[in-house]
């Protein structure tokens, strides 16, 4: 999803407006790591998974209802540079498919010793 908050030249704010809902609450959305590893802006709503990302990063906005989704668009906006897009690509470097079935492996290992 492509979010434009002007209609002037300038950067694209990728969006990860998901509804909060039971559902929902378990999701991890991988559009999340997709956008930061382009190096884009990324504002999204309160998926636990991303306010837990943010925590520990400062490379994604989060929002809560639409006029807090709107301002954060606008720091998303201000805030874009080239190191800001090189800390939002450092901050999922190591996020890869292979990082993540490695993660996977030693969950089910430990299960299995048990």
Do not use: C
Not at 91 to 104: K, L, M, N, S
Request: charged share 30%.
């Amino acid at each position: 999803m492509r979010l434009a908050r002007t209609s002037s030249p300038g950067p694209t704010i990728h969006g990860v407006r998901v509804v909060i809902n039971e559902l929902t609450l378990h999701v991890s959305p991988i559009k999340l790591r997709e956008y930061l590893a382009m190096g884009k802006p990324v504002v999204s709503t309160p998926l636990p998974a991303v306010v837990e990302f943010a925590r520990r990063t400062d490379v994604v906005e989060v929002a809560s209802d639409a006029p807090a989704f709107l301002a954060a668009l606008d720091r998303a906006i201000a805030d874009d540079s080239d190191d800001r897009r090189r800390a939002r690509q450092a901050a999922v470097q190591h996020d890869t498919w292979e990082t993540r079935a490695a993660e996977v492996e030693r969950v089910i290992e430990a299960a299995l010793r048990r």
